[in-house]
């Protein structure tokens, strides 16, 4: 299709969603605009008109909306921010909560949830912040409406976004309540992997005093305490106690645990450790020796 296949739909649809005496139009036609709006955007974006074709999407979702489609009209907002990725739109975070909140008049939390992830992880090298803040929202969003169950995949999402955007604190956060989730759901395999996940990302971090408080409570939840992801904690702080960097890497490779975590959760604990490791020991309560000992200051006070 031409594009002037798309302006005359489009002037149709127009027309038709104004009140005309002469056409005995009292009211807006929505239930005929509509897909003349759709055509239009189609004709507009296979020839790569994108503002055009935003514009006519955005003109649909209102027909739909209009006739009572919720759920119709948070597609064609979808629609209308991927020709604003597409053209460079400033307005791509607006599209796509408009779309989360006509899913969520439609019931269909889950859908409204993705739409916000989607927005993320395209706003993550442009608007970090507001990248972090719509991951954090979609997340929240199924667990208001009690669906964590369905929040898998939405959980792995915002983690990685959070750190790829060095969203430490961010990133240990959502992966524990993605552990509470899992304990809910009795998915005791993805709860180990996300309190062992939480230790690696503070040790990436450099907050050795956190990871071992992250480790210290999970270590009061019973699947997680038996399971190959704490004994993996407990050697990989075995080895931050001896101030070696070289035991640090050698505990992640021998330890399969830190290889079955989400991909860039993995690539974190292959990069440890970072920082100042005696200084990280020592936040641990133990003093490091000029020849790379370690004791514990405890006993050296008996």
């Known amino acids: 299709m031409a594009p002037s296949d798309g302006n005359a739909d489009f002037e149709k649809a127009e027309k038709l969603c104004k009140p005309s005496v002469l056409s005995l139009r009292l009211k807006a036609d929505w239930e005929s605009a509509t897909p003349l709006y759709e055509r239009a955007a189609a004709s507009y974006r296979q020839s790569k ?73 395209h706003l993550e090298g442009l608007d970090p912040k507001a990248s972090s803040q719509l991951y954090l929202d979609a997340v929240e969003m199924l667990e208001d409406d009690g669906k964590q169950g369905l929040a898998g995949d939405l959980f792995r999402q915002a983690i990685g976004g959070q750190i790829r955007m060095a969203k430490y604190p961010e990133a240990v956060s959502l992966l524990l309540k993605f552990a509470l989730a899992c304990h809910s759901l009795q998915l005791t395999s993805s709860q180990c992997k996300a309190y062992l996940g939480a230790v690696v990302v503070w040790l990436f971090a450099q907050d050795a005093g956190e990871a071992w408080a992250v480790y210290q409570d999970a270590m009061g939840v019973d699947s997680f305490a038996s399971s190959d992801g704490a004994f993996a904690a407990e050697a990989l702080f075995e080895a931050y106690r001896s101030g070696d960097a070289a035991e640090i890497q050698k505990s992640v490779k021998e330890h399969n645990a830190f290889l079955e975590l989400d991909n860039q959760v993995v690539r974190l604990a292959k990069k440890l450790p970072q920082g100042d490791v005696r200084q990280m020991a020592a936040s641990l309560g133990f003093r490091v020796s000029a020849a790379g000992n370690a004791h514990d200051e405890e006993e050296d006070l008996t």
Do not use: I
């Open 49 to 121: 008109s994108f503002d055009r074709a935003r514009d006519a999407f955005e003109k649909a979702a209102t027909g739909h909306q209009r006739q009572g489609s919720p759920w119709h009209s948070a597609k064609s907002l979808e629609k209308a921010a991927d020709m604003a990725k597409m053209g460079g739109g400033l307005d791509v975070e607006v599209l796509y909560r408009d779309a989360a909140r006509a899913y969520m008049e439609a019931g269909r939390t889950q859908a409204a949830a993705e739409a916000l992830a989607r927005a993320a992880l």
